[in-house]
């Protein structure tokens, strides 16, 4: 089945430096979607990606799709303390199911001021 | 901005017993979801729902859980008979409809169901 898996697990940097956080698949997908989870929260939509669209910019996000290597990597410029949270990709299928979205484990990232 | 809500944000129940999760989508999306987090794994989908009937549906959503849309504005998830096994955050979504079937979803802040 399509899943997202993301790496690292966690991520720990200061304030100011970039956080690159990746992400695989299995399966051919529609589009890959970031969303963001403070603790205990709601999920936080970032930026869509459609699989045929290689990068994506939203702010100091910075999105990337390789649907040859089934992947896909979002950066964070510029860290700040507030970009602390869980970060998730999630797939959207390729034919129209309703859009069910699978999503991975997520990277825990973490910005010490 | 207008955003998903959902009621409550906390239920405690007992095993065995019924539970109704409340949600209330952006007013002018067309699809609902919803998904559950148990505690420290992953974001699992449960069901989704276009024009009053299920679109698809997980191994997870078997007979114990219904959804419904009761009326112009809300969107339930019923489980009967819950199991310790059901505690977990369960998130509802939302999303318009668009060309393509990219679905951008909006998530509500989650209702944490403890079961004892």
């Known amino acids: 089945s399509q899943q997202g898996e993301e790496d690292p697990q966690a991520l720990s940097i200061q304030e100011g430096e970039n956080a690159t956080m990746n992400c695989s698949y299995k399966t051919s997908i529609n589009n890959l979607q970031w969303y963001r989870q403070n603790s205990g929260r709601g999920l936080v939509h970032l930026i869509l990606i459609r699989s045929n669209e290689r990068e994506k910019h939203s702010g100091r996000l910075r999105v990337t799709l390789d649907t040859s290597k089934k992947s896909s990597s979002l950066l964070i410029t510029a860290s700040r303390a507030a970009d602390t949270a869980s970060y998730f990709c999630a797939t959207g299928a390729l034919y129209n199911q309703g859009g069910k979205l699978i999503f991975g484990q997520g990277t825990e990232l973490s910005v010490k001021p | 901005e207008p955003e998903v809500t959902q009621t409550p944000s906390h239920q405690v129940t007992q095993m065995g017993q019924e539970v109704i999760l409340r949600c209330v989508p952006i007013?002018?999306?067309?699809?609902f979801y919803w998904y559950r987090q148990i505690l420290g794994q992953k974001v699992e989908f449960l069901v989704s729902f276009y024009n009053n009937e299920i679109s698809e549906k997980s191994e997870i959503f078997d007979d114990q859980f219904s959804v419904e849309r009761p009326d112009g504005s809300n969107f339930t998830l019923k489980i009967r008979s819950t199991k310790l096994e059901d505690s977990a955050m369960y998130f509802c979504?939302?999303?318009?409809?668009?060309?393509?079937?990219?679905?951008?979803?909006?998530f509500g802040p989650g209702t944490r169901l403890t079961v004892t």
């Open positions: 979504a939302s999303s318009e409809v668009r060309a393509g079937g990219h679905y951008e979803q909006y």
């Open positions: 007013s002018n999306h067309l699809y």
